[in-house]
């Protein structure tokens, strides 16, 4: 009787893992928007382009986003970014909230901790020019956007 070799048990785990973790699937819906971000026209494209995946309620879902594991990831950070920060949802806030999360924005996008860094090389569009940046500090330490 022949054996089969370590490598070829170990490769058929691993097969059977990815395969069973498929069955795990990520909520991937996205709630309905209700009091979006008034803005300048530029202000609101740069954030549609740019931040609207993670801080909204309009997340485009890319294919990547349903194969587990990076499906879990993806749906983390999607939930996590709706958590901080969600532009869908930005007219029920209060204004001082509307505020804080303003600059808090405008903090983050110049240290560049926003974009984050392992977004970015999947979604160019996401990179952002330094008149994006600009544009989005001016609007961060401008008045509180309704």
């Known amino acids: 009787m022949k054996t ?3 490598k ?5 785990v691993l097969v059977l893992v990815l395969a069973g973790m498929q ?5 991937h819906t996205n ?5 979006e971000i008034q803005a300048s026209p530029e202000v609101k494209a740069i954030l549609r382009r740019a931040c609207y995946d993670c801080h909204s309620n309009e997340s485009r879902w890319p294919w990547y986003s349903q194969v587990a594991p990076v499906s879990w990831l993806v749906a983390r950070d999607v939930r996590d970014g709706r ?6 949802e930005w007219g029920t806030k209060s204004e001082a909230v509307r505020g804080k999360k303003q600059l808090e924005a405008g903090q983050e996008i110049a240290s560049g901790e926003m974009p984050m860094s392992i977004y970015v090389p999947l979604h160019s569009e996401a990179k952002l020019s330094d008149a994006d940046k600009a544009a989005l500090r001016a609007w961060a330490n401008g008045p509180v956007t309704p």
Do not use: E, G, M, Q
């Not at 070829?8 to 058929?12: D, E, G, L, P």
């Open 31 to 35: 709630p309905p928007v209700t009091a």
């Open 8 to 12: 070829r048990k170990i490769a058929a």
């Open 83 to 88: 958590r901080h920060l969600n532009f869908s």
């Open 23 to 27: 069955l795990v699937r990520c909520d």
């Open 4 to 6: 089969v070799p370590l």
